[in-house]
């Protein structure tokens, strides 16, 4: 991958999520330019895989257990973090995902789906499924900040989250991940005008289809052909494929780097081969 000509030297960089598909992708990118990368996941063993991984190639990586719908367990992350690596320059909220148990299974509904026990309609949604998905994206987001944006409130800084193109066009059959993901926009809105005057900069990225451990086999079927809701989704990218995640990084890189960026906060950029562009005709 192209090296990005931006110095994170002695900059510290938290990431929840840290054993995903994003979220180390990341982490390795942005240890190659510098940063000291605190790998924070419930996955203990996968951030330490991805922290092995980088200071086998020479980058500084620490693998750290945090839950993130726990305030109790990430004050204690946020002080393991900063006696290894120093103090938070950069927080990056990546952990989420969606759940079936939040899914509906059509798209649409139709008559007697209702009364149908064989068919998980909206009406059979589990509120328990709904209130963990949205706490997951977005409750996850706030606690964690709360957390670790406390140093920042004195040398200024940078926040990222990890939206989606959910926020900009909720997708069929996943109300609560789609509802959940617009809410972390709006937070990222309303966290970045809360916190412009201490010099903290707050942006998001919102990635369109990229094909990520997730969401695999929503997307390709047992013989790796795209499904019918993948092609769709391409049907729907002007760009006609879906995004490798690599392709996100430089859009993280401009927003990591306050030479380029230092002017930009509470923005939510799209990295969607157009799909929140196209209208359908």
């Not at 996850?140 to 926020?167: D, P």
């Not at 013989?223 to 769709?232: A, V």
């Not at 002017?263 to 939510?268: A, R, S, W």
Request: charged share 20%; net charge negative.
């Amino acid at each position: 991958m192209k090296r990005y000509n931006i110095d994170l030297s002695n900059k510290t960089v938290a990431l929840t999520g840290a054993a995903g598909a994003i979220c180390s992708c990341f982490a390795k990118e942005l240890a190659k330019v510098g940063a000291k990368v605190a790998l924070i996941d419930i996955n203990l063993e996968g951030a330490r895989k991805i922290a092995d991984e980088i200071n086998e190639n020479g980058g500084i990586a620490r693998a750290y257990f945090a839950n993130v719908l726990d305030r109790a367990s990430l004050d204690d992350c946020y002080e393991k973090v900063v006696k290894d690596l120093g103090g938070i320059n950069m927080l990056i909220n990546g952990a989420g995902g969606n759940h079936p148990a939040a899914t509906t299974d059509k798209e649409y509904y139709e008559k007697g789906d209702i009364t149908d026990p064989s068919v998980k309609s909206f009406f059979s949604l589990e509120s328990n499924a709904i209130r963990k998905l949205f706490d997951l994206n977005f409750t996850s987001i706030l606690l964690t900040t709360q957390a670790f944006a406390k140093g920042m409130v004195e040398t200024g800084g940078s926040v990222i989250n990890i939206s989606s193109m959910n926020a900009f066009r909720p997708l069929t059959k996943i109300p609560a991940y789609s509802a959940a993901k617009s809410a972390v926009s709006n937070f990222t809105e309303w966290l970045a005008v809360h916190f412009a005057g201490m010099g903290i900069r707050v942006n998001a990225i919102a990635p369109g289809f990229f094909v990520g451990n997730q969401n695999r086999a929503l997307l390709y079927n047992e013989k790796g052909e795209l499904t019918p809701r993948s092609h769709k989704i391409i049907s729907h990218t002007p760009m006609g494929r879906f995004g490798e995640l690599e392709e996100l990084v430089g859009t993280l890189m401009w927003l990591a780097d306050e030479e380029f960026s230092g002017f930009v906060t509470g923005v939510v950029v799209p990295v969607d081969g157009g799909f929140s562009a196209y209208s359908g005709v």
